[in-house]
């Protein structure tokens, strides 16, 4: 089969990086080609100047063997191509169906024809089989059902090339096999789709054939079909990664933190917490598994302060602290990483060294004399964390905004684990982190773990759970629904219990293993 | 070219400088329309603003309120509020500056001027405190209170200056403030006055508070991400208080300056919208202390320039302040083209 597209040589420069570095890339007709690299590798703007919404410093760009020039969006969508940016541009206060058409209205007499608008857009959805109510506001629906909408949009210009970038990374892992599910379906009527991701299961799950960039440069391009985990992982990081973190079995002592009966609701007085209890000890991780928005966000907001549980008490050391603010709670040695870094972790319009003094800046050595930052320390102190969490660039001064999402949460892990917590809160912490990231905050997590630090780990990926904990607990609807050792557990029983299953069931599955 | 975390970034200057010099282009088209020569007209709006050291001195004067509501508006929008009250704030400022001034007698001027200073920010802290705990405590909008509280402070002060202060004088204002509260002359027959001191102390003082104490940084914390803050155990509305009863204290200085310096008097509704350019120059300065000292002194010459080149040229002083919402319209457009940059951007 001929390409539908090639990239040749493609360089583009930003100040202080080649983004690209003489790329050569090539496109088959009705493929599922996907597109991985650690953050900052350059996926993104590759994409953009396919888009043109990035122009290459040098370098051609081949269509259907005919050397062409796409100096605009509009340039690429008559070509055929279609993008879905990882962050959504829909109007919310429109329908489905109004923001497929914006810009590219039926139109009777001048006017918007609403009704024809509505007939095409159920027409297309139905075609590739993408479910989602047309005339639903997009405010109203989900996100998987949002980047449908951005699918649709594409298609119902005509995109024959379908670029997606990182769209897994917003997705829940439902709505994830959901979105292949509409991927392959698309291949099938001969769209040919372009999958950026930095999870190499996803990319062994759809793709066809896997281009790997590093550091602004073509690794290599493989059929997915000849190569392993392994490979695309040693290609994406350029060394041998450790695929699981090594861990000598733990040794826990005294509890550090306990909650009992905690119940949290929302303001309307939905139960978002029901009855919770739980103990950390030292030198244990305790991981919460479950699906996301199953409370989790809401009780470890509750124990560190940011949200008033209804009843319930949480204790550190046997003293009480629910109801006090977030501030009191930092101040005895509990440290958080926050699920949503840019919400709550990091102020990213902050420097490196700022953001790195949060929830410190009140103290001594960064405060004289109760009132004047002392800028010197700020800067030491942030020098010394940058050098030894390796945070790039290694300027302290450089605003947040401008990392990669690795290197933010990078900082994010300095700050909170050089206080040397006793207690450690990780919400997420390696949410839409590439491979190298991944492991180095989860050795930081078992590193704590062996220094004696209580840490409770809460994540949706099972893959984390099962690899950093020492004790499991699963939350479904707002409770812990079961808690049990490490090992005895394994992905099948946690994933079913995570959705809702009997865990008695699950139990009784378990009896012909040899009990612990 | 590594974005610092500066306080001003090189597009920071960049685009108010920019928006000026179109700003003057776009109103040289005016002149011409009215049949002048723009580069004459210019020629005399410069030379009467900066062409001596009178000049100079009357438009510092005139720079010099604006500076105060200037400072106000940015340093509430540094933590995230839209203080459109700075006029409302200024007017009980400077209402109970001259009560001070005109009651007591007898105190010496070391004592009885800043009693009167301190007494008129006090009041315009105050005035600003009730919009920052509404918004801080039930979440009221800034706007809408800031607004509000313009009225109450209109009609308040022109009841007390035409009620228990009115003077002896038949016009609605009060009786002079005594000669221990008034703000010195500088350079007679400017009225250039003591008041452009406190402004480059209040312009020092603000900087220093946003960047070199804890204060400023949890400010600027909650003016950024209020979420983030409130996790690093910043708290939101203690700080949005805060915020808005500096920025009123800041803002009534306006008030002050004008009674004790100025017209040495309350005088009904004296304000030509001081509070209101306030925040235009906010917005030229990049609420930024030293981008609005610029902006306040760049208004200013516009003001004294204006009036020499309606005297002088057949350009009416209305084109000042076209030029001035020119300026103000290029600078708000680069704001919103580059928030849309910035939600395009893919990451
Ligand atoms: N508009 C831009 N200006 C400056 N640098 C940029 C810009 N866009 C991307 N970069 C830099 O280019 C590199 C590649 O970024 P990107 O293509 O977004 O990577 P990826 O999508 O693989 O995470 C990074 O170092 C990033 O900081
Ligand atoms: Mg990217």
Redesign the interface.
Same mark, same amino acid.
Do not use: C
């Given at each position: 089969m001929a390409p539908i597209l090639e990239m040749r040589g493609i360089t583009k420069r930003f100040?202080?990086v080649v983004a690209n570095d003489d790329i050569t890339l090539s496109i088959q007709e009705g493929e599922i080609h996907a597109l991985v690299g650690e953050n900052g590798s350059g996926k993104?703007t590759l994409m953009?100047i396919l888009y043109g919404?990035y122009h290459a410093d040098a370098g051609e760009i081949v269509f259907r063997g005919r050397p062409t020039t796409i100096s605009d969006a509009r340039d690429a969508i008559e070509l055929g191509l279609g993008m879905v940016?990882?962050?959504f541009?829909l109007v919310d206060t429109l329908t489905v169906a109004e923001n497929v058409i914006l810009g590219a209205e039926p139109a009777k007499l001048r006017f918007v024809d609403y009704r024809t608008a509505v007939e095409r857009v159920e027409a297309l959805a139905r075609d590739y089989g993408l479910a989602v109510d047309a005339r639903a506001k997009v405010s109203d629906i989900s996100v998987g059902q949002q980047q449908r909408v951005e699918i649709l949009k594409a298609l119902y210009r005509n995109a024959k090339v379908l670029i997606l970038?990182e769209p897994t990374a917003v997705l829940t892992p439902q709505e994830t096999e959901e979105l292949f599910d509409v991927l392959k379906n698309l291949r099938g009527q001969g769209t040919t789709i372009v999958f950026i991701t930095h999870k190499i299961k996803e990319v062994l799950a759809i793709s066809d054939r896997v281009s790997v960039l590093r550091r602004g440069r073509l690794e290599g391009t493989r059929d997915t079909a000849e190569t392993s985990h392994r490979e695309l992982a040693e290609m994406v990081v350029g060394r041998e990664v450790l695929l699981r973190v090594e861990k000598t079995p733990a040794t826990p002592g005294e509890t550090v933190a306990s909650v009992a009966g905690l119940t949290v609701r929302d303001r309307r007085g939905g139960v978002l917490v029901n009855d919770v209890s739980l103990e950390v000890r030292r030198g244990e991780v305790l991981g919460i598994a479950g699906v996301e928005g199953n409370g989790q966000q809401p009780l470890v907001e509750a124990i560190?302060g940011?949200l008033r549980p209804e009843s319930g008490e949480i204790t550190l050391h046997g003293q009480p602290i629910h109801g006090l603010?977030?501030?009191?709670i930092?101040k005895r040695r509990v440290s958080?990483i926050?699920e949503d870094r840019h919400?709550?972790?990091?102020?990213?319009?902050?420097?490196v060294?700022?953001n790195l003094i949060?929830?410190l800046?009140?103290e001594a050595p960064f405060?004289e004399r109760?009132?004047?930052?002392n800028?010197k320390e700020i800067a030491e102190h942030a020098e010394k964390l940058v050098r030894e969490y390796d945070i790039r660039?290694p300027?302290p001064?450089?605003?947040v905004r401008?990392f990669s999402?690795g290197n933010q949460q990078k900082v994010v892990v300095a700050r909170e684990f050089s206080r040397n917590p006793e207690f450690l809160v990780c919400s997420q912490p390696t949410r839409g982190l590439d491979i190298g990231a991944i492991e180095f905050i989860h050795e930081e997590i078992i590193r704590q773990r062996d220094q004696g630090t209580a840490v409770l780990l809460v994540s949706a990926e099972l893959d984390e759970i099962l690899s950093l904990s020492d004790t499991i607990g699963v939350m479904y609807g707002g409770r812990i629904v079961a808690v049990m050792p490490a090992q005895e557990s394994d992905e099948r029983r946690l994933g079913y219990l995570m959705l809702g299953g009997d865990p008695d069931t699950a139990e009784g599955a378990h009896l012909d293993t040899p009990a612990s | 070219?590594?974005?610092?975390?500066a306080s001003l970034t090189s597009r920071d200057v960049l685009v108010p400088v920019f928006s000026v010099v179109l700003a003057l282009l776009a109103g040289s088209v005016f002149i011409l329309i009215v049949g002048e020569n723009p580069i004459t007209a210019y020629g005399v709006l410069f030379r009467e603003s900066f062409g001596s050291v009178r000049n100079i001195a009357a438009t510092l004067q005139r720079a010099t309120p604006l500076v105060f509501t200037g400072l106000a508006v940015a340093f509430a929008f540094r933590c995230g509020l839209f203080n459109i009250g700075a006029e409302g704030q200024l007017y009980v400022g400077a209402m109970v500056a001259a009560i001070i001034g005109v009651s007591l007698t007898g105190l010496p001027r070391l004592i009885h001027l800043p009693l009167a200073v301190v007494a008129g920010m006090l009041a315009g802290g105050v005035w600003a405190f009730v919009p920052g705990i509404l918004k801080a405590k039930l979440g009221v909008h800034e706007v809408i209170n800031t607004i509000m509280m313009n009225f109450i402070a209109y009609f308040l002060t022109d009841y007390l200056v035409t009620g228990p202060f009115h003077g002896g004088r038949w016009a609605p204002e009060t009786d002079r403030v005594a000669d221990t509260a008034t703000l010195a002359r500088l350079f007679p027959p400017t009225r250039l006055n003591g008041g452009i001191i406190i402004a480059v102390a209040a312009i020092a003082v603000i900087y220093v508070i946003l960047?070199?104490? =804890?204060?400023g940084?949890?400010i600027?914390?909650v003016g950024?991400?209020p979420?983030?803050?409130?996790?690093?155990?910043?708290?939101v509305s203690r700080n949005m208080v805060l915020a808005m009863v500096l920025s009123g204290a800041c803002a009534s200085l306006a008030g002050v300056e004008q009674v004790l310096g100025v017209h040495g008097r309350f005088i009904q509704r004296f304000s030509p919208d001081l509070g209101f350019v306030g925040i235009a120059v906010a917005l030229l300065g990049k609420n930024h202390p030293v981008g609005v000292l610029l902006a306040a002194i760049l208004f200013g010459a516009l003001r004294t320039g204006g009036a020499a080149m309606d005297r002088l040229t057949d350009v009416p002083r209305e084109l000042i302040v076209i030029i001035q919402a020119m300026i103000i319209m290029f600078v708000a457009a680069d704001e919103l083209t580059r928030s849309l940059l910035r =939600?395009?951007r893919?990451?």
């Open positions: 100040p202080g993104s953009n919404l940016f990882q962050h541009m970038d560190t940011l603010g977030p501030m009191a930092k958080y926050p919400k709550r972790g990091l102020i990213l319009d902050y420097s060294a700022d949060l929830g800046h009140s405060v109760y009132l004047f930052r800028a660039p300027n001064r450089q605003i401008t999402g | 070219m590594i974005p610092q975390q960047w070199k104490t =804890r204060i940084y949890e600027r914390a950024f991400n979420t983030a803050a409130e996790y690093g155990g910043i708290s =939600r395009r893919p990451v």
